[in-house]
C-alpha cells in the first residue's frame, strides 16, 4: 500500500495526472471518502494523465456515468445515490467492465462487494490542515516509482 499526503486540490489533481499516466484499459480505480475530499479533484488528473482535457471533466452525480475519450476511454461513475444491486444493475456498470475503458468511481463504498478484486483501491483522508489529504493506494501497476 502506498501512503501520498497533498495540501491543496491542485497536488491531488497532480497526483491524479500521475496515476492516470500509469493505467491501462480495464483497470478500475475505485475511490473512497467522504464528501469533499478531493475524489473529483484526482479525477480531472487520471483525465489529463490518460489525454482527455480535464475541463470537461464534471462529477456525474445525477448522470451517474461520463464517459471521456483519450488515450483511453475513461468510464466515471458516480455511485452516491446507489442503494440496491437494482440500482447498480441499472448504471450499466457491469457491462461497462467489459468494454476495455478505464473506470473511475466515486463513492466506491456504496458497491464495494461488486468491485473486481483486482481493482485499484484509492482511499482519501482529511489530514491535519483544512486542504490537507492522506490518500493511499491499494493495487494496480507500479505507482510508487511515478508519484514521486
Not at 467522504?34 to 490518460?50: C, I, P, Q, V
Amino acid at each position: 500500500m502506498l501512503k501520498f499526503v497533498t495540501n491543496s486540490a491542485e497536488e491531488t489533481r497532480q497526483l491524479g495526472i500521475k496515476i492516470g499516466e500509469k493505467l491501462k484499459s480495464g483497470d478500475v480505480v475505485a475511490m473512497f471518502g467522504s464528501m469533499g475530499m478531493g475524489k473529483t479533484a484526482f479525477t480531472h488528473g487520471l483525465a489529463e494523465g490518460l489525454g482527455i482535457d480535464q475541463k470537461q471533466v464534471s462529477s456525474p452525480t445525477f448522470a451517474l456515468v461520463h464517459e471521456y475519450n483519450g488515450k483511453h476511454t475513461l468510464y466515471h461513475f458516480d455511485m452516491y445515490r446507489i442503494e440496491s444491486w437494482d440500482d447498480l444493475y441499472s448504471t450499466g456498470f457491469f457491462d461497462y467492465l467489459d468494454y476495455g475503458g478505464i473506470l473511475a468511481v466515486e463513492w466506491s463504498e456504496n458497491i464495494e462487494n461488486a468491485l473486481p478484486e483486482d481493482s485499484i483501491r484509492i482511499h482519501f483522508e482529511k489530514g491535519e490542515s483544512e486542504f490537507q489529504r492522506i490518500i493511499t493506494i491499494d493495487g494496480g501497476a507500479d505507482f510508487e516509482n511515478t508519484c514521486n
